[in-house]
Structure formats: C-alpha cells, structure tokens
C-alpha cells in the first residue's frame, strides 16, 4: 500500500517549516496559515513575555539595529535603573511606533518606507498570523538586502490587553494603531473591546505626551464606543478633522490594511478618529 496524500493540515505544516528554514526571499501564502478570524484575549495562551520592558531582548526581532559594545542608553534602560533591575540593552534606538492586533501586517510594510529610521512593532495574538507576518518580513528583508529597507519592522506575538506594559516602558511610544478590531457586538462581550477605561490609561502610560493613538473601524457602533471613551479619558484628546487629514498615517492606515482593503472591495464605510496624548497636570 501506498503512503496516504498528506492533508491540508500537514501541508499548511510543511510549507511554513520549508519557508522559515530556506529564508525565502518568496513572499509567503496566507493559504498555508488558516486562523480564526478572532481569539479570545482573556485565555491562557501560553505567552512569553518579559518581566519588565528592560528585560525584553529585541535583538531578534530587529537585527540591523542590534546593539555592538556598549551601545546607548534607552528608554527601558532609564526605567531598569529607576526599579534596580539589570537592563538588557538590545537595540541602539527604541521602538516608537506599535501596532496593536496588527492582523496580516499590511500597516506595518506601507509604514516602513515612510518611516525609515522609526522601529515599529506588530502585536498579534494569534499564532499562526504572527508567524505569516514574520515571514513576510522576512522575506521582505531579503529582497530588499542591498538598500536595508524593512529592517526597522518585526512582529511578535502577545496579548497587549494583559501585558502591553511588560514590553514598554513609561512615555516610549509615539504612535498606537488600533486598525479595524473585532467590534464584539454582543453587550457582555463589551469588556473584551480593545478600548476602555482601563486600557487606555495604559495606552497613556507607554504614550508620551503628543503622541497619538489611531483607530479605524468599519462598525460605526463600534467608532462611538471608542471615541466616547478616549474622551472620557484626562489623558487624551480628539484630533481635530484638519490635522487628521493632514497626517501622512492616517491615510496609510485608510488604504494599506488588509481590512482596509476589504472593506474598500465591500463598497463599505471607516469611521477614523484619533487622540492625542496630554502633558500629565502637574503634581500638587
């Protein structure tokens, strides 16, 4: 008797091994990393995550700025010296620029030409879409080798309503990007929304002031719920409609996403608001 046929499943296996073991410059096929569509952030996943953001070893994700020697001094390096612990110095610049739930990467790669010398991060929880991006990335880097482009890009894979402060430390980021998340429709899914009271005090905490969070959707039920909480919220403000249009990530995050694009083909609407990070009031 013959071997039977290898299923889809083995596959899908097979591929991905082939892909990451070969560092193809072959930009990968979302065919072979089937995942749902959604996972559920308050399960047991199974995480690695670093006690504290100087603990984070993020020379893997983004080798080219990979420290030599003694390197400079970082933000997550500051907040180590501050709690006594001993640093990892990993990069010679922080990553300024995350991209929360960052589905296939679409965001991340037409950001990163644009922002050539800013490190921006993906975070997704999904195993399976996470491994695809860095693929691509991969892939990406290979391609582009002789110019460098792509290196200031990773993604990893992590549920930032649990631990987004184990990766960054206090007033690191410039930019969050919360790019078409899932609406949650029913009333008692409500407090697995990516926005709400608590988490943007922690999307507070790693902005520094100025800095902007940027979110997109195409459920306008959804585009209310966000906007009356980040205007609840001391630490932010609503960016005005002239501004808005006037920033170059605005109109990237419109057309560059996967769901962006999706919707786009669906004839559908995206409801776009972004708030800026306030100076914290002064102590009394």
Known sequence: MGEAPPSKRQKRERYRDAHQVDASAQLPKKKFYRQRAHANPFSDHQLTYPVSPAQMDWSPF????????????????????????LPIRSLVKDIEVAD??????????????????????????????????????????????????????????????KFMPNFFAKAQLGKIFLCFPDPHFKTRKHKARIVSTTLNSEYAFVLRPGGVVYTITDVEDL?????????????????????????????????????????????????????RRLEDPPWP
Not at 115 to 134: A, D, N, S, Y
């Open 62 to 85: 983004y080798p080219a700025f990979a420290v030599s020697g003694k390197g400079t001094a970082s933000t997550a390096d500051a907040a180590a010296k501050d709690d006594g612990a």
């Open 223 to 275: 585009h209310r719920w966000m906007v009356e909480h980040f205007d609840a919220h001391p630490s932010f403000e609503r960016l005005g409609q002239e501004a808005q249009d006037e920033d170059e990530c605005v109109a990237v995050m419109r057309t560059e996403t996967e769901e962006g694009r999706k919707v786009e083909r669906n004839g559908g609407s995206k409801f776009v608001a972004c708030f």
């Open 100 to 161: 929360i739930g960052c589905g296939f990467g679409g965001l991340l790669v037409a950001l990163a030409p644009r922002l050539p010398h800013t490190l921006l991060v993906g975070m997704e929880i999904r195993t399976q879409v996470t491994e695809f991006v860095q693929d691509r990335i991969r892939a990406l880097r290979t391609q582009n080798a002789s110019s460098g482009l792509y290196q200031n890009i990773a993604c990893l894979r992590a549920n930032t309503m």
